[in-house]
């Protein structure tokens, strides 16, 4: 079975960048996959980041974006802050409306 | 304001049943389709199913069909997950959440989650 594949873990400086990846065991991410992404902090429900591959969510500041990058799906943050030491998954789109996250990746700003 | 407010979770016994419910309010809870994603203590987001806004259509992860059923009553404004035959794997935060659509499906709101504890 495919799965939804992404870093378990990432690491970036304060105001830095950093791109986090979404992909598939099998095959390429495409928009038809429908790509969205999730920041999760410790304790809290998830928080709607990016939808539809690129458009950012009500109140999610400009310095989130997300792309396809190559084969998968990409959140980038650019000028990282402390704030945004987080969990961040990606659900994708699997056909005939069955959905699927990936692993989540951790991600340090230090 | 979108409000989405999970009850019914506890600890049960393998094998046992388990009613989630999710009292929606803030939006027209009639026109949109719901879902339930669970994440299992230290773990990640998994999907479990989704149910279209007239109930119509109904879909399901692979792990949980034929134990896990998800209904909704419009007239409630509520969303159910039906838990039956439960294994210490269902152990989990249930949330409850609202898709929408906007070029694509996406969730765009979430509950707190309801905890279910699948033990003896």
């Known amino acids: 079975q495919t799965v939804v594949t992404q870093e378990p873990s990432f690491s970036v400086s304060p105001g830095g960048t950093v791109t986090l990846t979404c992909g598939l065991s099998s095959g390429s991410v495409s928009t038809s996959h429908y790509p969205s992404w999730y920041q999760q902090t410790p304790g809290q429900a998830p928080r709607t980041l990016i939808y539809s591959t690129n458009s950012r969510s009500s109140g999610v500041p400009d310095r989130f974006s997300g792309s396809i990058l190559g084969n998968k799906a990409a959140l980038t943050i650019t000028g990282a802050q402390t704030d945004d030491e987080s969990d961040y998954y990606c659900i994708l789109h699997m056909g005939s409306a069955i959905w699927m996250f990936g692993g989540g990746t951790k991600l340090t700003v230090l | 304001e979108v409000h989405l407010v999970e009850s019914g979770g506890g600890l049960v016994q393998p094998g046992g049943s388990l009613r989630l419910s999710c009292a929606a309010s803030?939006?027209?809870?009639?026109?949109?389709?719901m879902t339930w994603v669970r994440q299992a203590p230290g773990k990640g987001l998994e999907w479990v199913a989704t149910i279209k806004h007239d109930g119509s259509e109904k879909y399901y992860v692979d792990s949980v069909k034929g134990r896990l059923t998800i209904s909704r009553d419009n007239a409630k404004n509520s969303l159910y997950l039906q838990m039956n035959s439960l294994r210490a794997e269902d152990t989990a935060l249930y949330y409850c959440?609202?898709?929408?659509?906007?070029?694509?499906?996406?969730?765009?709101?979430w509950g707190q989650g309801t905890l279910v504890t699948v033990s003896s």
């Open positions: 959440a609202r898709w929408t659509f906007s070029g694509s499906w996406y969730i765009e709101y």
């Open positions: 803030g939006f027209p809870f009639n026109s949109y389709s």
